[in-house]
């Protein structure tokens, strides 16, 4: 029997997906006739589902008639995609404003390049003008444009389409973004100058998976008793590569194994192929803050102050700047490591980093 469950990250598991609220948030506001929210912004730990939730809304939707979906990749120029994708819907191609628009080969998947000819075959041309009128001739036709960017950040092809965006949604256009990003990336992108909209724009922290759901997930899939798969999903905190990880290496394991026997495996993966990417892109203040973390399972706010001495004036920008990044959880005035075996990870490389 293959294994169910999947490490590769941005992957979305086709047997072992756990059901997540966010996306059923964003679905029911995108299936009104006049949906309230235009923008979305999901943020999270690396490994804690972001894409996948992107790639599950877009697989809906792509089911839906009246919806163009647009994958776009944030590395090439997003509004010469969003045009070609839209050209290839139809749009545009019998609007004499576009008889110099040359959508080529590569865009469309097959080679080759975009162009909009020379500036005196037209100089007028304008990509905005362009797409403005593609968007209305399918609101004309009752689609509804989803634009979908994972792995978002501060680039100047980024910051031109959220510019367009804005135009869009105040003029009352039927485009939707849900984006992807960490915390700190879809903040520089938030904090530019003009892109007010996108600042105020819904932000979504991913959360940790429900542990019933990972519970019955584990039963059923490795048929395996409720205790068995309860103690499973506890395992995991609710961190969305850590609960494929372990059902991987649980699935794999040989008969005589038990949980505690697979258990060093996960740690070894997490810091491999998690934890280290994510200490790498952490501020040495806020690995600092984390390191006061490691010898209790949870702190009173009362108790890090008097760990951080000196430093306690900081205590609150860098509490909140870690529970944005999702890898530390409050709890009732109690401070804890949102992340499985990060105590661990800290205690092993913080001297050696």
């Known amino acids: 029997m293959q294994n169910p469950f999947t490490t590769t990250f941005s992957k979305a598991p086709e047997y072992t997906y756990i059901a997540t609220d966010e996306i059923s948030e964003i679905l029911e506001n995108l299936s009104y006739d006049r949906p309230s929210e235009s923008v979305y912004k999901i ?142 990336n879809i903040q520089e992108v938030s904090n530019v100058k003009n892109l007010t909209f996108f600042r105020r724009a819904t932000t979504i922290k991913t959360g940790p998976l429900n542990t019933v759901r990972m519970t019955e997930m584990y039963k059923n899939v490795l048929s395996i008793d409720t205790e068995e798969a309860k103690a499973m999903a506890l395992c995991t905190k609710g961190y969305a590569f850590a609960f494929q990880q372990l059902g991987v290496l649980y699935f794999k394991r040989k008969p005589s194994e038990k949980l505690p026997d697979v258990l060093p495996a996960l740690q070894t993966e997490l810091f491999a192929y998690s934890y280290e990417k994510i200490w790498e892109e952490l501020t040495e ?52 490591l949102a992340l499985p075996y990060f105590t661990e990870y800290i205690k092993e490389y913080w001297y050696s980093n």
């Open 43 to 184: 943020t999270g730990v690396r490994g804690s589902g972001k894409t996948v939730i992107l790639a599950k809304l877009e697989a809906e939707l792509r089911e839906r008639k009246n919806w163009i979906v647009c994958d776009l990749n944030p590395n090439r120029d997003l509004l010469h995609q969003l045009a070609a994708i839209l050209h290839k819907e139809g749009y545009g191609e019998n609007d004499t404003k576009s008889k110099n628009l040359n959508i080529s080969a590569n865009v469309l998947g097959t080679g080759g390049s975009i162009g909009f000819g020379t500036e005196t075959e037209n100089p007028y041309f304008d990509i905005g003008v362009e797409l403005d009128a593609m968007i209305q001739a399918a609101a004309k036709d009752s689609r509804k444009i989803f634009v979908g960017i994972d792995e978002v950040s501060k680039t100047a092809a980024m910051i031109e389409f959220a510019a367009e965006l804005g135009k869009w949604v105040r003029a009352d256009f039927p485009v939707y973004l849900v984006c992807t990003g960490l915390y700190e």
């Open 285 to 336: 203040n806020e690995r600092l803050f984390l390191h006061l973390l490691k010898e209790q399972k949870e702190y009173k706010r009362e108790e890090l102050l008097k760990l951080m001495g000196d430093r306690q004036g900081s205590y609150s920008v860098y509490r909140d700047r870690l529970i944005k990044k999702g890898i530390i959880n409050v709890r009732q005035g109690y401070i804890s």
